[in-house]
């Protein structure tokens, strides 16, 4: 079977962008929307933060929600949320008006990641979980070099048109979930819909030390190079020299790279025990790091270098994701939602402190930003040797 041909794996890979898709289309308007308002482009940065801090703490909730009610309910109610939200964005009359339709936007725009994570595993079981997760990655990996390009050109009509496309691929994602997605969880095995019994499902999530230590080193992985995806307009306008239609420069090789790396977890499964390839990648990783962070601190910037870096880096991160993602979901297969929600819930959090606190205090120049990277990675790193997926040969 081809998994790229697959309309269930490519509809569950539409679900799982719609993230990226909603935080990188708007990154090259950030100026333009500044001046439009009458603000300027931190406020407009801060309007990440009031995306991803609702979108965090909603998932939380999205994939518990799904083992209560149903996969398929749970994506309408929340995209349905986010397609409403969208409109509104685009209507903005001012700063204050386009956070709020923007902090609507994360409450609902998490249901179709998670979900889609825990239905991977619903439908799929051993290495042929891995290799569909791996090839969601790989179209997954589209967006976050597709979504700024296709900005920039929407910037030629306005940038109110950015958020209507982001309305239309929520609407787009619904109608295909409903037609081509099942109900990956039979009425008989849907769980309490209450409070009580979310916190005791987290409860119970949070006191398994495995399950604990690999969603931390795998949001960690992720943040280490969200940092230059959040930074992007400093790092290519400001220290780059790049304009705001051309923001491809960073996008493409970088998502390139995650392609490869997912492309090699997919060969990878069933012939290369996990914890081997899990260690190849982590190792990788350290290399570029290291090498990025002299690099910055010796040499006077080099957009092949500067990009490149980062580029070879999310090879190896994209090679051990899909193994961390189904260790960490195997821990409760009776749960997966509520896994799930656990996971996207930590990476998100680490994004949105980075979105924050870290990249304002990084993005004076490349330097900065390298230390970052080299830093969260290595928190990462150490998460993940101390797991049982690590250490097992």
Partial sequence: MSFFLNPKVITL????????????????????????????????????????????LMTLFHGAISDSIGRIKTMKFGLGLFFFASIGCALATSVEMLWF????????????????????RDLYQGPEA???????????????AVAPMIGGLLLAFHWQVIFIFLAIYAALS????????????????LLPFSFNSILSRYAKALSNKEFLLLILSVS??????????????????????????????LFIPTVTGMMIGSFISKRAAGVIAPAKLLKAGYFWMFFI??????????????????????????????AVMPVISIAALDCFPKMRGTAASGQA??????????AGLVIPTLWFSTLGLAVGFFTIFCLGFAFVIQT??????
């Fill in 220 to 249: 960690a992985n992720f943040s280490a190079f969200f940092i230059y995806v959040l930074a992007s307009p400093v790092f290519l306008i400001d220290h780059l020299g790049f304009n705001a239609q051309q923001f491809g420069y």
């Fill in 345 to 354: 819930f930590m990476q998100m959090m680490f994004s949105t402190l980075v």
């Fill in 101 to 120: 339709f923007r902090v609507l936007q994360g409450i609902g725009g998490g249901a179709g990641n998670v979900v889609a994570r825990a239905m991977v």
């Fill in 289 to 318: 790091t290291l090498s990025n962070l002299l690099f910055c601190a010796f040499f006077n910037n080099n957009t092949i270098f500067n990009i490149g870096f980062i580029a070879l880096y999310n090879v190896g991160m994209a």
């Fill in 388 to 393: 049982q997926a690590w250490n097992t040969d």
């Fill in 13 to 56: 890979a539409m679900l799982a962008s719609l993230a990226p898709f909603a935080i990188d289309t708007y990154l090259p308007a950030f100026h333009i929307i500044a001046l439009d308002l009458h603000s300027n482009p931190n406020a407009i940065q801060q309007s990440l933060t009031f995306y991803l801090a609702p979108y965090t």
């Fill in 130 to 144: 891995q290799r569909v997760m791996a090839t969601i990655q790989i179209i997954f990996g589209i967006a976050p």
């Fill in 174 to 189: 619904i109608f295909l979930a409903k037609k081509i997605l099942p109900e990956t969880i039979a009425k008989k095995d």
